[in-house]
């Protein structure tokens, strides 16, 4: 994917998240609406084998190291028994390294390359639900949720 496209999908899914948001803040007035907003952190580490045997363990603190831009964040609004929420999150993680890669042959043989890699991801998640309440007491909370989940 080139970076045009990428750029392009980028503000579309900004867009939609910011227009799915857009009618929360006009009805900000009306006082029977509860609202909650989260910023989080989600931490994860890579473990992982080539095929040609060589092994991948980047630790979470490298990817730390390696963030260019991350947002991680939820908002949900409530009305009575109704509402609606989004959750988004983007990340641009990316690294140049160099080193030996093990080799090995059909036959058994072993060799080492060196070998020079830039890896660069960037990407989105956007969950946008809808949700009714069925049952609230004390004990217990019941919702029906319907949503949609753009992964980029």
């Not at 890669?101 to 058994?108: D, F, T």
């Not at 029906?144 to 989940?149: E, Q, S, T």
Request: with cysteine; glycine share 8%.
């Amino acid at each position: 994917m080139n970076q045009s496209t990428l750029r392009q999908r980028s503000r579309g899914a900004l867009a939609a998240s910011v227009v799915a948001c857009a009618p929360v803040a006009v009805l900000a007035a009306d006082t029977d609406w509860q609202y909650d907003a989260t910023l989080y952190l989600w931490g994860a580490a890579i473990q992982a084998e080539t095929p040609g045997g060589a092994e991948a363990n980047v630790p979470f603190a490298s990817l730390i190291d390696h963030l260019n831009m991350a947002f991680m964040g939820a908002f949900e609004v409530r009305k009575s028994r109704w509402g609606l929420g989004a959750d988004v999150i983007y990340l641009d993680v990316g690294a140049n390294d160099s080193g030996r890669v093990p080799l090995r042959a059909a036959s058994g043989a072993r060799a080492d390359l060196r070998a020079t890699a830039s890896v660069e991801t960037k990407g989105w998640v956007i969950d946008l639900t809808g949700f009714y309440n069925l049952l609230k007491t004390e004990q217990a909370t019941l919702d029906v949720l319907i949503g949609a989940r753009y992964l980029d």
